[in-house]
């Protein structure tokens, strides 16, 4: 992980694919993935992943002109995705090719469905399921438990990759850690 400069802070984190790019001041939290094709840049403010999150494939996360990004706990931001200098709350769902623009604040246990684009400086309540470019609130609804499902999935197929074992098998010991999680989320 020395490949990284100075300013990146590791606090380790479950698994860093080898062609993830991290630049400026960074800071990934415990648990947390990166994949394939993964760039993230700060040259100016700060860019912060929670714990557990997972940054799936070929996603861009960038700092804003007056804005850092800062991504909390157990979110996935799905493949192909931008984060540019914008806020996303805990247990957060960002879909397959959606963008986030600058100062733009996305509440906790939200979803921004896939293709979205979150223009600058729009905020959403905790809750929140988005969709459309311009990025509109279409629904209201806790999901919390879904989206941490989905990252806790991530966090265990990242230990597993970390493991050198690439395929996601009927492992009783994967199935059982799914079932105990969700009943403690429930």
Not at 27 to 43: F, M, N
């Amino acid at each position: 992980m020395t490949r990284f400069g100075p300013d990146v802070t590791l606090n380790d984190p479950a698994f860093i694919h080898e062609t993830a790019l991290v630049y400026g001041k960074v800071t990934i939290g415990e648990g947390a993935s990166l994949w394939p094709y993964v760039v993230i840049r700060s040259e100016m403010h700060e860019v912060v992943i929670g714990k557990r999150t997972n940054i799936q494939d070929f996603v861009m996360i960038h700092v804003g002109n007056a804005t850092p990004t800062v991504i909390g706990d157990n979110c996935s931001i799905t493949h192909h995705a931008t984060v540019h200098g914008a806020e996303i709350g805990d247990n957060c769902l960002i879909g397959i090719n959606a963008t986030l623009m600058d100062g733009a604040k996305i509440g906790a246990n939200s979803i921004v469905a896939g293709h979205s684009i979150v223009t600058e400086g729009t905020e959403f309540p905790p809750n929140s399921i988005i969709a459309g470019s311009p990025a509109k609130l279409v629904k209201t609804r806790d999901n919390r438990v879904a989206n941490a499902m989905n990252a806790r999935f991530y966090y265990e197929n990242a230990l597993a990759y970390a493991a050198g074992d690439h395929r996601v098998t009927e492992r009783e010991s994967f199935r059982k850690t799914m079932e105990d999680e969700l009943k403690a989320l429930s």
